[in-house]
């Protein structure tokens, strides 16, 4: 889609801080996370929502962020993760993506490139 944000970013054409790619996903951080070490994984082709997406992307992304989501605790020195996607008018986005969220009722209290660091 021509002014997704997301489709820029998958197309090179916004700059992102890449944490996680393969052939049909890209893991970035937040530019405006909820908490320290908020990653979103996105699929390459634009799905607007949960509804349009294909059952395959979605299993997919499920067992990435389940590979995922143990390394970043460990990197991070977090003991929790949350894992979700809206729909509806809580999608800001409308590209579907998953959020993972580290410690979700923490405050993000250090720079998003201090993170960026620790999860390379």
Do not use: W
């Given at each position: 889609?021509?002014?997704?944000?997301?489709?820029?970013?998958?197309?090179?054409?916004?700059?992102?801080?890449?944490?996680?790619?393969?052939?049909?996903?890209?893991?970035?951080?937040?530019?405006?996370?909820?908490?320290?070490?908020?990653?979103?994984?996105?699929?390459?082709?634009?799905?607007?929502d949960?509804?349009?997406?294909?059952?395959?992307?979605?299993?997919?992304?499920?067992?990435?962020?389940?590979?995922?989501?143990?390394?970043?605790?460990?990197?991070?020195?977090?003991?929790?993760?949350?894992?979700?996607?809206?729909?509806?008018?809580?999608?800001?986005?409308?590209?579907?993506?998953m959020?993972?969220?580290?410690?979700?009722?923490?405050?993000?209290?250090?720079?998003?490139?201090?993170?960026?660091?620790?999860?390379?």
């Amino acid at each position: 889609m021509k002014d997704c944000i997301f489709c820029k970013i998958i197309n090179g054409e916004s700059p992102c801080r890449k944490v996680y790619e393969d052939d049909l996903i890209l893991g970035i951080m937040d530019i405006d996370p909820f908490c320290d070490g908020h990653i979103l994984l996105i699929p390459k082709k634009h799905y607007t929502d949960m509804m349009e997406l294909d059952e395959k992307i979605l299993t997919h992304i499920n067992n990435v962020a389940k590979k995922l989501t143990p390394i970043i605790m460990q990197k991070l020195g977090k003991v929790s993760m949350t894992v979700s996607y809206n729909y509806g008018e809580k999608q800001k986005v409308k590209h579907f993506h998953m959020h993972l969220l580290p410690n979700i009722d923490d405050n993000p209290q250090e720079d998003v490139e201090n993170i960026y660091q620790k999860l390379q």
